[in-house]
C-alpha cells in the first residue's frame, strides 16, 4: 500500500524517518512478515542517528559561515562609514575638536534613532 511506486515508497520512507506516524507506514508490512521490523528498526537507527545529524551539521556549518561572512561584511561598511565621517567633520589633520567631535556623535546618533525607528516598522 504504501511503496507501490518508487516515488511512494521514498516519500514514504521521509515521512517514516521525520514524523511520529511511521507505524501507519511499519505495520502493514510487519503484518505481512514479522521479520520486517528488523528493516525499519535499522532504517531508523541509521536514519536519526546518523543521517539526521549529518544534515543537521551541515546546515548549521553553512549557517555560521555565511553569519561570520555577513557580519565581517557589516564590520567593513561600518568602518568605512565612520572613517568617511570622520574625515567629514575634519579628521583630516589626524583628530577632532570638541565641537566637531559633538557633532560626530550626533551624526552617529541620528543614524542609530533612524535605525531603530525603521525596525519599529517592519
Known amino acids: 500500500m504504501y511503496f ?6 521514498v516519500f514514504n520512507m521521509l ?12 505495520l502493514p ?10 528493516f525499519f528498526i535499522i532504517y531508523l537507527i541509521i536514519g536519526l542517528f546518523l ?13 555560521k559561515n555565511r553569519f561570520h ?22 579628521g583630516d589633520k589626524g583628530y577632532l575638536t570638541k565641537e566637531e567631535s559633538f557633532l560626530f556623535f550626533c551624526d552617529i546618533h ?3 534613532e533612524n535605525k531603530k525607528k525603521s525596525d519599529a516598522f517592519e
Do not use: C
Request: glycine content about 4%; overall charge negative.
Open 4 to 9: 507501490g511506486t518508487f516515488s511512494d515508497s
Open 15 to 26: 515521512v517514516l524517518i521525520t514524523t511520529s506516524n511511521y507505524p501507519d507506514i511499519m
Open 29 to 38: 508490512a510487519y503484518e505481512k512478515n514479522h521479520t520486517n521490523v528488523l
Open 51 to 63: 543521517i539526521m545529524n549529518l544534515v543537521l551539521a551541515i546546515f548549521y556549518s553553512n549557517f
Open 69 to 90: 561572512q555577513s557580519i565581517e561584511s557589516n564590520e567593513e561598511l561600518r568602518s568605512k562609514y565612520l572613517y568617511r565621517l570622520f574625515n567629514t567633520h575634519g
Open 110 to 112: 541620528d543614524l542609530v
